[in-house]
Structure formats: structure tokens, C-alpha cells
């Protein structure tokens, strides 16, 4: 694994702050810039994180990925600036589009009133846009002027970026299907999200073509101007039933001022399950949306959109354009990481062929391995040491594994993707074979990390501060010699069952919780929330230690306890509050006596990964 | 169409729609109660309780049952009911696994299953750590050569994260062990325990737990079964929390359009500390009395009783 360190210095990039990070891959914001030009540029690096290198298919789809997205140029598709390698590591820069997913204004619109959606015009104007780049794509050529036959494959709102400028980006051609791929799917592998599958996608005798996508295009035709979507809580293989019988619910009529029986006639169309009854082509459906959008007044401009991004979600709009100019004038990037920071694992040097081998197999549910294809079917008794064993039996965790911990079961190796197969071995049939290719499809699709490569993270994060560290408790060990303590008998064997510890304290809300509001008296809570940037950027470099991540961890405490604690105009609850992720920067602590509504408020510098600890005595 | 296809819709057809969510506990183990009574209450739908006891049959049976009516969603707690739930029942009912020590080793992995794990984060544990231990700077780790497992790396890329001087040594038997584990103690500030059968046997933990003492480090271990055993501390899941992460993962595979598979298992979000006073006086460790605001429970050394 890579040390997440921000900002430092990548190649050609400096890395500002993580975006996203996945099983397989992290997403940071980066930076190009010239001093000596006064020349910036945003941009996204997208990068198979090391330990994942060993994985052909998935360095495979990346290296599609990057191959694919290389030959766009298209003013709707995030465009990829640089593929290569540095420091061992695949990575992809891409464009950095200053905006969140289409999922998320939705989200931002009925979040400001339940149950509302995008005006028509705005909803209309996107699909035009994501038409436009699929347009492009289906009909690009490579260099050498061959056909590439793109199918995005995977059209959702989550491929779907909307910038605070207006913009449309389509995204992630991660799934694409060209001709030029390597790794050329099979009817066995299943890609693309299923709420948005084309019915030819799922059976495998069907070639795909452009008109996939156009389906998806209808799915979000309908969702975005009637709110509804014709798969809505079904799990994906009642999706699967309901594409493959044509049996897709009516849609219900698209309200005023849009005309519903055209709408529906549109939708109708593009939803057909034979695709040569559908639009031949993108272009084709936009025009029909242009029909659509001309009774309302056409569809919206870029200046319409960004005006309504900004009414929408006012919130992430802020958070973005503080964000970029804080790393505009951030400190320079500091030097490169030395080899040795960045640890892997690789680092330990472990042996690749010893996981068969691996004790840790031990745990398995022995009795349960009822393949013979998986290991050994072994004694049942939830004892610790009924079956010989090579090794010593280990000290783990107090549940049932603990008790089968003893005898010597030889586990497959159930990695990302062959861990569905070996299911399948269980299984046996052929139905749970196909189920399993879903699986497959799904981790191929989920693992290599889903946040979209330049999705806008809105600014949970903020640059590591180097201001001295927030006052903590010292808890000395004392220096004078003590007494050698004797060694005492060995622990107690692990009997079956563990213990029942002690009454656990309360601990905080849920985190679904909705916040509180804040204290009415006497006055509201500091200024600097999380979500503000650092009031004064940093203009030196950063501490010469590797930050992993972009939050540290509030403890704060109080005598009498039962104080409440707000930071940011949010209640984190009452003391003893601890470990609670606060983005790195300065903090107000407002702790607030409920009884009598006395505030006291201490300062707290939040490190990376570091605890910050402030306590109050009344 | 496929014939796979054809037998994959099949499946699809004898799914009926269910009303409650089944919980499937792997053994009548104590701590399964508080992850399934913070679940019950968060997710506010009714629930029903599987004991599988630990019995395969038992659990077929059971796993057969659901399949006939099926609910609307499974919790499976523990590794024995994940399994089940992975391999016996059908691909259209979510679940959701949790109190499973490394899932990937039981091939917990598909559309339909994601889960809560057990790992705590380390940042998240160091904190904890550094909190109640602030001097510490060098910190030492034990792992096995055979041990391949992501936590390790992640757990010393975090100790470096923060500042710390971290020696991870890789033994490949007990004895091994504890000559590393003697030269570890005398060269480090603390030693950090990560869950490895090979290192961690009775033995080798009696003898670092002897080494720590003997040079005044603290130990950080994994489980309260360690703390219990002579551990200065430890920063593991709160198993209620536990629970209500489950419950969110449920209700969000249930209200939105999402497939558990796609979701990836969720890291605890909440620590349990513990920690061994007996251990603390006998190393010299002081602790503000307002930090212990911050431990959820000590106990005494049962190893010395």
C-alpha cells in the first residue's frame, strides 16, 4: 500500500489532497503549475495502488481505461492528460472537473425539498450533453483511422459530472468497450451497472453496440423528469428477469409544462429491448430532446446550469472554489518521498507461495468446507485442539472462529474475483455458475474503486498544517528503574467460549443521525466549521512526516462530564467525546454546559492522523 | 438467450418477497448480543434470530428454510454464518457479514454480500494508542514471513503516518519469535500485536507479554481476550457499533437502488478500549485521570491471579 501523503510530489504532479481511494485504486487532486508562468493546472491522478500491480485483469481494464480515454477529446468527456508509471505505479492523469456527480445534485435538489427533481430544461440539457460525448464516441476512430467502436457500458449518474462552470463531463470509460481493448470481454463477464444494463449486455449471445448506451440514456431520461426509475429496488437479477421478458414497467407521466405523451414516446423508444427499434444513434435522441425542451424554452444554458448548480448545493459550490484557490496558493510542493516512505508491504518482503501454507487458514470454519474443492472436511467439534496440529493453536478473536481455530485446514486462496468461483464450487450449478460471473463482473466493476476519477470529494480535507501539535496530556513513563516484573504463568488457554466483558458505555449517536442545531445562546458556535477551509493557508512546506490521510481524531473531555461538544456549528455530542474525524486544521471546541448553557471554548489544532485532546474544567 | 442465463432467472423466480430481516449467528457466543441489539434497534425492522450453534446440519437446514421464504435481507455474524449465507442461500437476498476476522479468507465476496469488518482502522488505533501513551516513538512489530495480509503493511504505513520509528521483523517460527520479541522489547518503545497465528500463540505471547514488563513498554494488543491475558491495552470494534453500521448497510442496500456488492465491507467506526491497570502500574505508565474518560473499561491482569 502507498502512504497517502499530501501534498508530495509525483512525477511531473504534485498530489494535493485524496479524492477517493479504493481496494485497488486511489484518486488524489493534483497540480501542474509553473512558477516562473504562473501556471496551474487541476488535474486528477488516478493510480493502481501497488499491491494490486499482480492483478493482470485489473492493470489490464486500467491500461484500457487510460487507452481508450486517450483517444477522447470531446468537450463532454473528462479528458486524460498523461498515462504512465512512476515509482512502480500505474497512474492515469486525467482532467479535473470542479463539480460533483449528477447523483449527488440530485441528491442537493431534494435534499432542499423532498421529492422535487432537476428542472426539466437543466435535466434535458444534460442528457443532450452526455449524448454528445456519446456521440463522439461511438463514432471515433483511432490514429490510424480505424473504427474503435466505443460503448461506454456504464452510463449512470455516477459517470455523469456536472462542474460549477455549467459543464457536462461524461466519465470512467473504465468498463468501455472498444475494439482496441486488450482485455476483450466475454460473454461470461458482465459489465456495467445493472439499474442502467441494456438487455443486450446481459445475454451474452447479443452483440453491444452504441445503442446500449442510449438505453441508459433512457433509464435516466425517465428518472430525472418523473423521479421515478423502472428498476428501483429490485436486486440485479430481477432486473436481469424483468430485461430479458421486455417487461419494463410505464412510465408515469412527466409532469407539466413537459408534454407526457412525447416524453413517454421518447422513453418508449430507446427502452426497447431490440435494439434496432431504438434510436439508430445518438444524435437521433438528441434531437428528440431538443423537441422535448422546446415548449419549455429550449434546453438550458451553461450559464443556466452553473446558476442552477449554485442554487442547488450553494454549499459544495463554496467548498470548491475555496478549495482550488487555497491549493493555487498553497505552499510549493515539497520533495520527493524517499523510497523507503512509501511502504507497500512489499516492504516486508514476504514470499508470494506461502499463503497456502499460511496458519492463518486455521480459522476457516472447517466443518462448514463442504466443497472438496476447497480443503479438507474436518472434525466438527467446536474444540480448540481436537485434530493435531502443527502449529500452536493462536490466541484470536473471542468468536466462533476461535473455536475451530485448531485444526489444520488448507483453505483456498479466496482473492478479489476467483473468490466467487470457488463459491461456485459449492454451488455446482450452472445458474449460480452465471451468478457468479455477475459477481465477477461486480468486483470488477466495484473494486477498482468506484469514487469517479474526477469526482469532486468537496473538501473534507484540508492541507496539513504545521502548527505545533494541540496540547496533550502527557502521560510519562517514569524514568527511574522499577523492579523486573516477574514473568507470570502463560494465559489461559482460549476455552471456546469467551467471556462476557463489562458493561459497554454509551457511545455516540449513530452517524445517520441528523445533527442537532446548534446552541441558540448566547451565540452561535465559531466560524470555522469542517467544512471551511483553514483560515490561513500554510505557506510553508509541510512536516517532513508522511501524512496518510486528511482527517485527525478530536478527544475532548470535561469535569463535570455531560458537557456537550460543537465544533463547526455541529454537536459531536456530549463528554467524554473521542476519536472523532475532524479535517486537519484549526477547530474552535465549544463546550457547552446543557443545563445552564455556559459555554467554555478551547482552540485545537487537528494534525493528520493525529489525536487532539482538549479538556475543560467548569 | 444463455442457458446460464436462463437458469440464473429461474433462481430469480423462486425469490419472494419477505418482510423481515433474518439474522444468522454463527454460535450462542455472548458477543453476538450486543451487535444484534444494537442492529434490531437501528434498523427498526422486525428481525429474526438464526442460531446455527455452530452445527452444520443445523445451519442447512436453516439456510434452506430461508431460501423457501425468503427475508428481505440477512445479517450473518460470524464466519460460520457468513459462509453459509455466501454459499447457501440464494444470490437475491443482501447480506451483510460482520464479527468476521479477514473475510477475504473465506471467499466473502459477491454481488449480493458486503459486510462490516473487523479490523480497526490503525490510524484509528494509534490514535487511541498515542493518546494514553504519548512518549512513545519507536514502536515494534512482530509478524510472521507467511503473513501476507494487508493489515500488516497498512498498520506500518500508519505507525509512519504519525512519526513513529517502526521496526517490523518477520519470524518464521516460535523461536524465532521470541528472539526477536527479547531483542524487539529491549530496542523499542512499545510492541504493537496484529492478529498472526504464527506469532501470537500462547507461548510467544507469554513470553513478549514477559519481555514488555520486563523492560517497561507497553503492549498493544488486538482483543480483550490479550488485555485480559496481559496486554497493556487494546483498541478493537465496539460491537455495538458494530451493529449499527450493519443496520446502516441494510437499510441503505433496502431504500436505495444498491447493490451490496458494489459496496465495499465498511471499516469499524468505532473503538472499544481497553485496558490492563495491573499492566499499567507495573510498566509505570501514568495516565491523566481525564484520559481514562477515554477507556471504556480496564481490568486486571488475569495472567498474574
Not at chain 1, 388 to 415: F, H, K
Amino acid at each position: 500500500m502507498t502512504t497517502e501523503s499530501a501534498p508530495r510530489r509525483y512525477g511531473d504532479y504534485v498530489l494535493l489532497e485524496s479524492l477517493g481511494r479504493g481496494g485497488m485504486s486511489a484518486v488524489d487532486l493534483a497540480r501542474r503549475s509553473v512558477d516562473s508562468a504562473n501556471y496551474v493546472r487541476f488535474l486528477v491522478i488516478k493510480r493502481i495502488l501497488r499491491k494490486n500491480h499482480h492483478d493482470p485483469t485489473f492493470v489490464r481494464m486500467f491500461m484500457d481505461e487510460a487507452r481508450i480515454n486517450a483517444e477522447l477529446q470531446h468537450e463532454n468527456i473528462a479528458q486524460v492528460y498523461d498515462f504512465g508509471e512512476n515509482g512502480g505505479e500505474w497512474y492515469l492523469a486525467m482532467e479535473y472537473v470542479p463539480g460533483v456527480d449528477l447523483r449527488q445534485i440530485q441528491k442537493a435538489v431534494a435534499k432542499q425539498q423532498p421529492g422535487s427533481l432537476l428542472p426539466p430544461r437543466i435535466a434535458l440539457r444534460v442528457l443532450h450533453d452526455v449524448l454528445s460525448a456519446l456521440q463522439y464516441a461511438h463514432d471515433r476512430v483511432d490514429t490510424y483511422g480505424r473504427p474503435m467502436r466505443i460503448v461506454h457500458r456504464d452510463v449512470n449518474p455516477r459517470n455523469i459530472m456536472v462542474s460549477v462552470r455549467g459543464e457536462v463531463k461524461l466519465i470512467d470509460f473504465g468498463v468501455a468497450k472498444a475494439d482496441t481493448r486488450h482485455d476483450q470481454t466475454t460473454g461470461q463477464t458482465i459489465k456495467g451497472k445493472f439499474a442502467y444494463m441494456a438487455p443486450e449486455q446481459i445475454d451474452s449471445d447479443k452483440p453491444v453496440d452504441g445503442r446500449a448506451d442510449l438505453f441508459a440514456v433512457g433509464l435516466l431520461l425517465q428518472e430525472l423528469l418523473t423521479g421515478t426509475h423502472p428498476f428501483r429496488h429490485l436486486t440485479e437479477i430481477q432486473i436481469i428477469h424483468r430485461l430479458m421478458a421486455d417487461r419494463i414497467e410505464p412510465m408515469p407521466d412527466a409532469p407539466a409544462p413537459l408534454d407526457a405523451a412525447a416524453v413517454r414516446d421518447v422513453r418508449d423508444r430507446i427502452l426497447s429491448a431490440d435494439p434496432d427499434k431504438r434510436h439508430p444513434d445518438a444524435r437521433t435522441l438528441q434531437a428528440d430532446l431538443v423537441r422535448l425542451a422546446a415548449p419549455l424554452g429550449g434546453l438550458a444554458s451553461s450559464a443556466e446550469l452553473a446558476g442552477f448548480f449554485r442554487r442547488a448545493d450553494p454549499d459544495t459550490a463554496a467548498r470548491i472554489a475555496q478549495r482550488l484557490q487555497h491549493w493555487k496558493d498553497s505552499r510549493p510542493a515539497p520533495a520527493p518521498l524517499r523510497p523507503e516512505q512509501v511502504d507497500d508491504g512489499d516492504s516486508l518482503g514476504l514470499p508470494d507461495d506461502t499463503w497456502a501454507s499460511d496458519a492463518r487458514t486455521h480459522e476457516v470454519p472447517k466443518d462448514w468446507d463442504a466443497s472438496p474443492d476447497l480443503g479438507t472436511v474436518a472434525d466438527s467439534a467446536p474444540s480448540a485442539s481436537t485434530v493435531a496440529d502443527p502449529l500452536p493453536a493462536p490466541l484470536i478473536e473471542p468468536t466462533e472462529d476461535s473455536q475451530s481455530a485448531s485444526s489444520v485446514v488448507l483453505a483456498p486462496e479466496p482473492r478479489r474475483g476467483l473468490s466467487v468461483a470457488a463459491a461456485l464450487g459449492i454451488g455446482g450449478g450452472l445458474g449460480l455458475l452465471f451468478i457468479g460471473g455477475l459477481g465477477v463482473a461486480f468486483l470488477m466493476m466495484s473494486q477498482p474503486d468506484k469514487p469517479p476519477p474526477v469526482h469532486d470529494a468537496s473538501a473534507q480535507t484540508r492541507p496539513v498544517d504545521d502548527t505545533p501539535k494541540a496540547p496533550v496530556p502527557q502521560a510519562k513513563v517514569p524514568e527511574e528503574d522499577a523492579a523486573t516484573a516477574p514473568e507470570a504463568p502463560p494465559p489461559t488457554p482460549k476455552s471456546g467460549r469467551p467471556k462476557k466483558t463489562g458493561p459497554k458505555p454509551k457511545k455516540a449517536e449513530p452517524k445517520k443521525a441528523a445533527p442537532e442545531a446548534p446552541p441558540a445562546e448566547p451565540d452561535p458556535p465559531p466560524a470555522e466549521t469542517k467544512e471551511a477551509p483553514p483560515p490561513d493557508p500554510p505557506k510553508e512546506a509541510p512536516p517532513a512526516e508522511p501524512a496518510t490521510g486528511e482527517t485527525g481524531f478530536l478527544f475532548a473531555t470535561s469535569r463535570p462530564k455531560g458537557m456537550e461538544v460543537w465544533v463547526g456549528g455541529k454537536k459531536l455530542g456530549v463528554t467524554p467525546v473521542r476519536q472523532h474525524p475532524l479535517p486537519v486544521g484549526a477547530h474552535t471546541v465549544v463546550f457547552r454546559d446543557p443545563v445552564s448553557g455556559e459555554k467554555i471554548e478551547q482552540r485545537v489544532q487537528v494534525l493528520t492522523n493525529q489525536s487532539a485532546m482538549v479538556s475543560v474544567t467548569q | 438467450m444463455s442457458t446460464m442465463l436462463s437458469l440464473a432467472l429461474l433462481l430469480a423466480g423462486l425469490a419472494q418477497a419477505g418482510n423481515s430481516v433474518a439474522i444468522l449467528q454463527s454460535d450462542e457466543l455472548p458477543v453476538y448480543d450486543a451487535p444484534i441489539e444494537s442492529f434490531s434497534r437501528a434498523l427498526g425492522k422486525p428481525v429474526t434470530v438464526h442460531q446455527l450453534k455452530g452445527d452444520k446440519e443445523r445451519a442447512k437446514r436453516i439456510a434452506a428454510d430461508l431460501t423457501s421464504d425468503p427475508p428481505i435481507a440477512v445479517l450473518a455474524l460470524g464466519a460460520k454464518a457468513a459462509w453459509i449465507a455466501q454459499n447457501d442461500l440464494p444470490k437475491t437476498i443482501p447480506v451483510v457479514y460482520a464479527q468476521v476476522r479477514d473475510p477475504d479468507r473465506y471467499g466473502l465476496d459477491g454481488v449480493h454480500l458486503t459486510g462490516v469488518r473487523m479490523e480497526m482502522p490503525p490510524a484509528m488505533v494509534l490514535a487511541q494508542f498515542r493518546l494514553l501513551a504519548p512518549n512513545v516513538q519507536r514502536i515494534g512489530i512482530l509478524v510472521s514471513a507467511s503473513n501476507k495480509d494487508p493489515a500488516i503493511a497498512e498498520a506500518i504505513a500508519a505507525a509512519k503516518a504519525v512519526g513513529l520509528t517502526v521496526k517490523a521483523q518477520r519470524v518464521t517460527s516460535e523461536r524465532d519469535a521470541r528472539r526477536a520479541a527479547a531483542q524487539m522489547a529491549a530496542t523499542n518503545d512499545a510492541i504493537w500485536l496484529l492478529p498472526d497465528p504464527v506469532v501470537l500463540t500462547p507461548g510467544t505471547f507469554h513470553f513478549v507479554r514477559g519481555q514488555a514488563l520486563r523492560n517497561r513498554i507497553p503492549l498493544l494488543a488486538y482483543s480483550e481476550a490479550l488485555v485480559d491475558a496481559g496486554a497493556l491495552l487494546c483498541v478493537a470494534p465496539d460491537p455495538s457499533a458494530i451493529g449499527i453500521q450493519a443496520a446502516e448497510l441494510v437499510a441503505r442496500i433496502l431504500e436505495e437502488d444498491v447493490t451490496p456488492g458494489v459496496i465495499d465491507p465498511v471499516a469499524p467506526n468505532q473503538a472499544r478500549v481497553v485496558l490492563n491497570v495491573d499492566v499499567q502500574e507495573s510498566i509505570g505508565l501514568r495516565i491523566d485521570p481525564m484520559l481514562l474518560d477515554f477507556v471504556d473499561q480496564t481490568v486486571r491482569d488475569k495472567a498474574d491471579r
